[in-house]
């Protein structure tokens, strides 16, 4: 679990001199720390489900950034979103391709050929916790027509 080790990755990141991934992971350590003294997380233990979920919502917070500012002509500050977004992405798992999501949501359906969409799009996303949520329900629209 990363918000156990932390604050040891700083350390290590200070030594270093790291200081790009010094930064990332203090804003790491923030978000954590936004969660747990939130209504939602108080007095509840941080489960590895909901560090993935903080870390997916960082991603896809600089993947809009990277787009903006493209779109504004500014690739310097592009470049500093996408140096943050590779630290953010390296302590999530893997996403699984969408040939892996295919063969998935087809086991499923086979397995439970009454199920509907929703159904499956639950099932296959607790078999590939990682799968993008547009990328699946397309797959499965598709298998399903």
Do not use: W
Request: with cysteine; proline share 3%.
């Amino acid at each position: 679990m990363i918000h156990a080790q932390i604050d040891e990755l700083i350390r290590n990141a200070m030594k270093a001199h790291e200081n790009d991934k010094r930064d990332v992971l203090r804003l790491i350590k923030t978000e954590f720390l936004k969660y747990n003294t939130s209504k939602e997380g108080a007095g509840k233990e941080m489960d590895e489900e909901k560090e993935f979920a903080i870390l997916k919502k960082m991603v896809a917070q600089r993947q809009d950034a990277i787009a903006q500012y493209n779109k504004a002509n500014r690739p310097e500050l592009a470049e500093k979103e996408r140096k943050e977004l590779d630290i953010i992405s390296g302590f999530l798992p893997a996403v699984p391709t969408e040939e892996e999501l295919t063969a998935c949501a087809k086991s499923v359906i086979e397995a439970r050929p009454e199920a509907n969409m929703g159904i499956i799009i639950k099932e296959v996303k607790a078999q590939l916790p990682m799968a993008d949520g547009k990328t699946l329900a397309g797959i499965v629209r598709g298998l399903l027509n």
